[in-house]
């Protein structure tokens, strides 16, 4: 099966549906964020930390939280972190109502942007509201929304909820391996949420069908922007 023939599906629905791409961007981000949302305050108020509910052996609810931060750094880079995350989803949407329109664009390439800025936004939303409306007690206990004494920090600093967990298959490499040897590996042992999906589902899109809309999209921006300095000077 040829790219296009995986493709058309969704081509298809979007030709079909009778919603301009500015409305169907919109439709969608406002489902992945809720769909987001509602899963993780749903999970914030049932599980506790650490919480892990078999649904089958390869599926778990998993509820665990994250900074966003890689290797341990302080708030001040949380911060600036958070605050760029917010710049980058004000691209998206500028990215998207630029090229919405133009000739060439199909409702596909502006359907896997729309998923990305979502899942950013809905990961945003976490780390800027959740340390004000939840509380964090101590295991088995689970958090409350609007908790009157109070959330565990302040704006900005919330933690982004995870749960979605899918141990396929683990194994332990064979003790003569070099460096691997004898530990122990498991697949897919990441933990994520809806907002994580959405966004890798975007990126994949746009990297295996609309490479070319993309190269279209950024032509037709750099030529705006020529054509505004010409008429400028």
Sequence with gaps: MTD????????????????SAGWL??????VVIIADQ????????NFYIGEDY???????????????????????????????????????????IKVKDIKGIRKGFIVA????????????????????IFNNPMPPQVAEI????????????????DMLYFPFFDFYWPEWMPVVGGSYYEFFAYIFNIADSSICIGVALLILFYSKDAS?????????SAKTESEAK
């Design 54 to 96: 078999e649904i089958f052996r390869w599926f778990h609810i998993k509820f665990i939280e994250n900074n966003g931060m890689a290797f341990g750094l302080e708030l001040w880079n949380k911060l600036v972190l958070t605050f760029g995350r917010i710049i980058a989803v004000a691209l998206f949407v500028w990215f998207i």
């Design 216 to 224: 279209v999209a950024f032509k037709a921006i750099g030529g705006d």
């Design 113 to 132: 942007v729309a998923l990305i800025a979502a899942g950013a936004a809905g990961n945003i939303f976490d780390c800027v509201f959740y340390g004000k």
């Design 4 to 19: 296009q023939e995986i493709r058309k599906p969704l081509d298809k629905i979007s030709k079909s549906s009778g919603i």
């Design 38 to 45: 509602t899963l993780k305050i749903w999970i914030k108020t």
């Design 146 to 161: 609007f908790p009157a004494d109070g959330g565990y920090a302040g704006w900005f600093e919330g933690k982004v909820v």
């Design 25 to 30: 961007a919109l439709i969608i981000a406002f």
